[in-house]
């Protein structure tokens, strides 16, 4: 991954701006985005011109991305589980 991140303005930032940048935008009252969400803010607010995975690289490797749960099932599938018994 390369250190530095080009802007729309012409310029080149360094990642370490681009994380600071990162954290404003997750430290707003009731933001919890997404990599997916944080790469469109960055590219609206801040002028990045940067692409999800290298901020799903960057978020991963700052501990910034969401711990999801994942269901191992929907209900409905659950109810349609039967055990059978093998004979042996």
């Known amino acids: ?3 530095n991140t ?3 303005t012409g ?3 360094h990642n370490n701006q681009v994380i600071m940048d990162i954290k ?3 430290s707003e009252e ?10 469109y803010a960055l590219k609206q607010d801040y002028e990045y011109l940067i692409n999800h995975k290298k901020i ?4 991963s490797d700052n ?3 969401n711990k999801y749960r994942y269901r191992s099932g929907s209900k ?4 349609k589980r039967t055990t059978t018994k093998s004979s042996v």
């Open 1 to 3: 991954m390369s250190w």
């Open 6 to 8: 080009y802007k729309t």
């Open 11 to 13: 310029e080149w930032v």
């Open 24 to 26: 404003c935008i997750l």
């Open 30 to 39: 009731f933001v919890d985005y997404s990599y997916h969400k944080v790469t």
């Open 56 to 59: 799903y690289d960057l978020m």
């Open 63 to 65: 501990q910034l991305l």
């Open 76 to 79: 409905r599938a659950m109810r």
